[in-house]
């Protein structure tokens, strides 16, 4: 990138490579860009990278039907009985039949993580 000179009158004696693309071009006042068509595309690219990652994929969630006790892979809904399932939580399918099963159920834990109490002071 080259330096901006300038002259006893006020004038540029060089140009400065565009902020978006690079090309060069004679500046006026604060223009990052020599053009609006790179002002709006390098708007567009900064709003790109702060936009907030997605959530995980609900297929990685076990539910169970209340009325049939199905289990599904990512249905919400029993397409038998027509309700909506409750969320055993993650899971995928078993390993040995392929059915659903729920991370907790592969691990063994049946049981809650006790609670921790606030400290009083």
Not at 2 to 23: K, L, M, Q, Y
Not at 35 to 42: L, N, Y
Not at 75 to 93: A, D, K, M, V, W
Not at 97 to 102: A, H, M, N, T, Y
């Amino acid at each position: 990138m080259s330096a901006i000179t300038v002259s006893n009158d006020g004038r540029n004696d060089t140009t400065r490579p565009c902020a978006f693309c690079g090309e060069p071009f004679a500046p006026s006042g604060r223009r990052r860009y020599h053009s609006d068509a790179c002002r709006v595309a390098a708007h567009r690219a900064r709003r790109v990278r702060a936009q907030v990652p997605a959530r995980a994929p609900r297929v990685a969630t076990v539910y169970e039907c209340p009325a049939c006790q199905g289990r599904f892979l990512g249905e919400q809904r029993c397409p038998e009985c027509n309700l909506f399932c409750r969320s055993l939580g993650p899971g995928g399918e078993c390993p040995c039949c392929g059915d659903p099963i729920s991370v907790a159920e592969l691990l063994g834990s049946t049981t809650t993580l006790p609670r921790i109490a606030p400290e009083s002071h």
